[in-house]
């Protein structure tokens, strides 16, 4: 049983191994219990619990990282969980834009997220691995995180974030260029077998398929903001790591309460801007400060006080608007 203590990436292994299980189990749990029947529809209620359920687990987890590591790696997390969260935000409108072009029933929008984030907890492992090598061989990076940062935050704050043009996106083109793609949905099936111009049976992807792979490739894109902004919180990969994968773990149940209201957060891209340009700026004020580092304690509450500004102020402004509804492509 030596291997349990062996270090992987500055934590015992049996570290890793207790987190990873606890994802399987919740993700086992999830489709196992909750949707044994493959088509169940998620109503808003069920979403909030599901939520609750899932932000109760990240938040306890952080009572394991006070256990094992301290207060300021805990001050790190939650800071680092509740970033990540909020950032999840933009995700969730791609992923609504993304059901509606395609015309998925909520019925099997589930299917497709559950499988979805099987991809982003291997994707985001990659990138974060890759991202704690480099910054442990190249402390310099860290800086250039924050600028981009910055620049981002900035960017969001002055410039419109445009249209999502789903129809002309060039993965999609692509895809229906080079593979076969049926033009209606067959259920929950992401492939099915069907005759080609020859009479002979092949394999067709459907557009459930297609939409898992524009949902991955959205996370990827997302995750250029996020895990940077992680890194400038903290360089502990596995701080870094538990806090992102319990943020995306109830994104899922989330996001069938969040899609119809997202109208009500139109003004919460201003708090994260500010937010984005806060984290940036986190390692100068610590430079100028002759900090060894920004305290997390105060990270922590500026982090909270920024968004709970920010979801305050959108929820009083859209009190009296109404949901756009976006209608799928013909």
Same mark, same amino acid.
């Given at each position: $049983? ?6 992987? %990436? ?21 489709? @196992? ?34 256990? /094992? ?8 997390? %939650? ?29 099997? /929008?589930? #299917? ?11 994707? #985001? ?29 900035? =960017?969001?704050?002055?410039? @419109?974030? @445009? ?29 099915? /077998?069907?005759?080609?111009? @020859?009479? =002979? $049976? ?11 792979? &524009? ?48 109208? #009500? ?8 801007? &500010? ?46 608007? =109404? ?8």
């Amino acid at each position: $049983m030596e291997f349990l203590f062996l270090l992987f %990436l500055g934590k015992p292994m049996w570290m890793w191994l207790l987190f990873i299980t606890l994802v399987i189990a919740l993700l086992a749990f999830d489709l @196992g219990v909750l949707h044994k029947d493959g088509n169940h529809e998620i109503g808003v209620a069920e979403s909030l619990k599901l939520s609750a359920m899932y932000i109760a687990l990240g938040l306890s987890f952080a009572g394991f990282v006070y256990w /094992q590591m301290g207060w300021e790696p805990t001050a790190h997390y %939650l800071t680092a969980f509740v970033v990540e969260k909020t950032l999840a935000m933009d995700n969730v409108f791609v992923i609504a834009l993304i059901f509606t072009f395609f015309a998925v029933p909520r019925a099997y /929008q589930h #299917r497709v997220l559950f499988w979805g984030i099987l991809g982003v907890i291997v994707l #985001r492992g990659i990138m974060i691995g890759l991202g704690a090598t480099i910054v442990a061989s190249y402390s310099w990076v860290l800086y250039i995180f924050a600028v981009f940062l910055i620049f981002t935050g900035i =960017k969001m704050m002055f410039v @419109g974030e @445009g249209e999502h043009d789903i129809a002309n996106n060039p993965v999609l083109k692509f895809i229906k260029r080079r593979f076969r793609v049926t033009e209606e949905l067959h259920g929950n099936s992401f492939f099915v /077998q069907k005759p080609d111009a @020859g009479g =002979k $049976m092949v394999r067709y992807a459907t557009p459930l398929f297609i939409a898992l792979i &524009l949902i991955e490739i959205a996370d990827l894109v997302f995750a250029v903001d996020s895990v940077p902004a992680v890194f400038t919180i903290t360089t502990d990969p596995y701080i870094v790591y538990t806090s992102n994968i319990f943020a995306i773990l109830g994104l899922r149940a989330l996001y069938f309460a969040l899609a119809a209201i997202l109208h #009500r957060f139109a003004y919460l891209k201003y708090a994260l801007s &500010l937010l984005l340009v806060f984290i940036g700026s986190k390692i100068f004020i610590a430079d100028i400060m002759g900090w060894e580092k920004f305290p997390p304690s105060w990270s922590l509450g500026i982090t909270f006080a920024i968004l709970a500004a920010g979801v305050i102020f959108s929820l009083w402004k859209t009190k009296d608007d =109404k949901a756009e509804v976006v209608k799928p492509a013909e």
